[in-house]
């Protein structure tokens, strides 16, 4: 753990990316090759599952500590992190055992099936046998809340740095369910598992926001112009007889997704299709929020099979008769998957993304202008010439989001962050009217400058009326304009309503409580949205 642990630190301390890919470097330079797959695993999102509850390592934590639970509890709120608080709290270690981040995880894995007793044991045991650096780390996996400060593409290149391979490789590897219990770092990077690449996804390329004007893309006609779809990113492979569907997330939905069951025998053994899933009915793409309510459900039936019927948008072609056609130009490549989906008939859940011809780039602007009433998020600017990358990348795919729905809405509760903000009020709450009530209908964390948040948490210690818990209610007074991508009617929280990905647009100082949008206000873009 010790390696790891520092790692840990040598990452959370810097900003400069070239010095993280180093300090992933040298570790996996000097770690065991066991610990090299763990670590690989946490940094790619496969944290283990929590085993304990929060509650007994608080309980734990301040029996071990002499504090009285309310003296716990305040220092939770202050520090705003319970593996924090917790290697804090904690008396000083009877001895310093090392134990590898294998051995580590491999325990707490185990953990699962013992009793609480058992648990209490091992876990004291272990706290009291490390420094604050490790109780720190060993806090944060067995919370659950294990987060480094790089990103995917950091740790690929540098195992491509360390192990002298290429990045798409090594991203083409790390992808699936591979199991870091059972797998060598070998068998991972190295080895071909004809079984692994059986149901293999490909990494995924992603685009970036239009950065300028249009203008400096060049040549319109250079350009494979696309509507930005609002659906689940995924792609459907086909191989040997077998279906698997993929997220962009990593995980295999193919059990979510019934209806695309026949693709197996209509699609050619080695096809892979990149695409988006989403509801489709009557020639359009029906809201979001249809496609959430198949999401949700543990078991699809026929009813929601009929409410919420299921295509794949296909953009892209990957693999053509078990051949990886990625090096191949966006324009063969679309041939190609013009060809196979007219081929697999209009029985097959498959839609293949229309292009559309442009002369100028104000012939795009509409198309995006006009996005948002087809239930699209905006268009998608691809090279014609351009092969499949891995990754987010710059230069040759680019997305234009339609501009933001968007709402003046009043402060009335806040909540300090986590981390280096948790001495901060950074959590909001917003609410908008409902005749001369104001009834909150979002929370939003982001789009303060650091200015904006010292200034509104100094206002909020100041104009606190109630404490519940870690959360305060505020005087009614400051008003923000709220941008969020969609919004739908919803029968969970109180205002009747659900917006998706709020945040702050800016802080409207220069309106009253009384200029504060209303329900109403909110019950008209959906209408708007559904005409």
């Given amino acids: 753990m010790k390696g790891f642990s520092e790692l840990f630190t040598v990452i959370e301390q810097t900003t400069k990316i070239n010095a993280k890919i180093d300090a992933l470097v040298q570790y996996f330079a000097d770690a065991p090759e066991s610990d090299i797959v763990w670590c690989v695993a946490l940094l790619t999102g496969k944290t283990p599952r929590r085993a304990i509850k929060t509650a007994d390592l608080r309980n734990w934590c301040a029996e071990l500590s002499g504090l009285p639970m309310w003296l716990f509890d305040e220092s939770y709120l202050v520090v705003g992190d319970l593996a924090e608080t917790i290697a804090l709290c904690l008396p000083a270690p009877v001895a310093n055992k090392e134990y590898s981040l294998t051995e580590t995880l491999q325990q707490l894995n185990k953990l699962a099936a013992a009793s609480d007793e058992e648990k209490k044991r091992i876990i004291t045991a272990r706290w009291m046998e490390m420094n604050a650096n490790n109780r720190l780390v060993f806090n944060k996996l067995i919370t659950g809340g294990f987060r480094m400060g790089v990103s995917r593409q950091l740790v690929i290149k540098a195992l491509a740095k360390h192990y002298n391979q290429e990045e798409n490789q090594v991203a083409h590897k790390l992808m699936g369910n591979w199991n870091p219990e059972i797998i060598s770092i070998d068998e991972l990077l190295f080895e071909a598992n004809s ?171 509409a198309i995006r202008e006009a996005a948002r009433d087809n239930n699209c998020e905006g268009v998608m600017l691809k090279k014609k010439d351009s092969v499949y990358e891995t990754g987010r990348r710059r230069g040759n795919w680019w997305k234009w989001k339609v501009d933001p729905l968007t709402v003046d809405a009043v402060l009335i509760y806040a909540q300090r962050g ?28 982001s789009g303060l400058t650091d200015k904006e948040i010292l200034e509104v948490d100094n206002w909020i210690k100041k ?50 409580i009384g200029d504060a949008n209303t329900k109403f206000d909110l019950l008209q873009l959906i209408e708007a949205a559904r005409r």
């Fill in 195 to 365: 079984g692994e690449k059986l149901y293999h996804p490909y990494p995924f390329f992603l685009a970036y926001q239009v950065e300028s004007e249009l203008a400096v893309l060049g040549d319109v006609h250079d350009w494979q112009i696309e509507e930005k779809y609002d659906g689940i990113r995924g792609q459907i492979i086909v191989r040997n007889g077998e279906l698997f569907i993929w997220s962009r997330g990593e995980e295999l939905i193919t059990d979510k997704f019934p209806e695309f069951e026949l693709l197996k025998n209509i699609l050619p053994n080695g096809t892979v299709l990149d695409g988006e899933i989403l509801p489709y009915k009557d020639g359009r793409p029906l809201p979001f929020q249809i496609m959430q309510t198949r999401i949700s459900r543990k078991n699809v039936t026929k009813k929601s099979l009929q409410e919420a019927p299921l295509v794949m948008i296909c953009y892209d072609l990957l693999e053509q008769d078990g051949k990886d056609i990625r090096d191949m130009p966006l324009s063969s490549r679309r041939q190609q998957l013009e060809y196979l989906v007219t081929l697999a008939g209009s029985q097959a859940p498959l839609i293949i993304s229309p292009v559309f011809p442009c002369n100028n780039w104000d012939e795009v602007i």
């Fill in 463 to 512: 104009n606190t009326i109630e404490k519940f818990g870690p959360v305060r209610s505020v005087t009614p007074e400051l008003v923000f304009e709220l941008a969020f991508e969609g919004i739908n009617e919803s029968t969970r929280h109180k205002s009747g309503v659900a917006v998706r990905f709020p945040r702050i647009a800016r802080w409207r100082k220069d309106k009253n």
């Fill in 418 to 445: 986590h981390g280096r903000r948790a001495d901060l009020y950074t959590d909001y709450t917003f609410a908008v009217w409902d005749n001369d009530v104001l009834v909150p209908f979002a929370k939003a964390y």
